[in-house]
């Protein structure tokens, strides 16, 4: 069977409101170098505790296309003693908003997309 990760764009919307309602993710607006430099120090974000109704607030602003969480993404909170020796995979990034490019399926219709590497984590 051949299908599209787009067929699937709600339900992994559905997957990650749970993730946030089971306090496994939180929204970050860390700069991509200081997030990158955060990782290879072992440093959590200043973000990473936060609230999961603020977390879950602020994804449904950003998953809406809201500017003023354009800055915003979604990170998977993996407990620290779990964390590899590879930083890339320290609290990946799982969602992120793209509201300025038009997706070649379903157009507009969303503004805030799943990562690779959450597609490739659910596989």
Not at 45 to 51: A, E, I, T, V
Not at 88 to 95: L, S
Request: charged content about 35%; overall charge neutral; some cysteine.
């Amino acid at each position: 069977m051949f299908t599209h990760t787009s067929d699937h764009f709600d339900a992994i919307y559905e997957y990650a409101k749970q993730a946030i309602n089971d306090d496994l993710a939180y929204m970050d607006c860390t700069p991509h170098e200081e997030m990158k430099q955060e990782r290879r120090e072992m440093k959590e974000s200043k973000y990473r505790n936060q609230d999961k109704k603020e977390t879950l607030e602020l994804f449904e602003r950003m998953y809406k296309g809201e500017d003023a969480v354009k800055e915003y993404c979604l990170r998977i909170r993996i407990p620290t003693s779990f964390w590899p020796k590879n930083s890339a995979m320290r609290d990946p990034v799982i969602f992120r908003m793209n509201k300025e490019t038009s997706h070649h399926r379903t157009g507009t219709k969303y503004k805030a997309y799943p990562t690779y590497v959450l597609l490739c984590w659910s596989a």
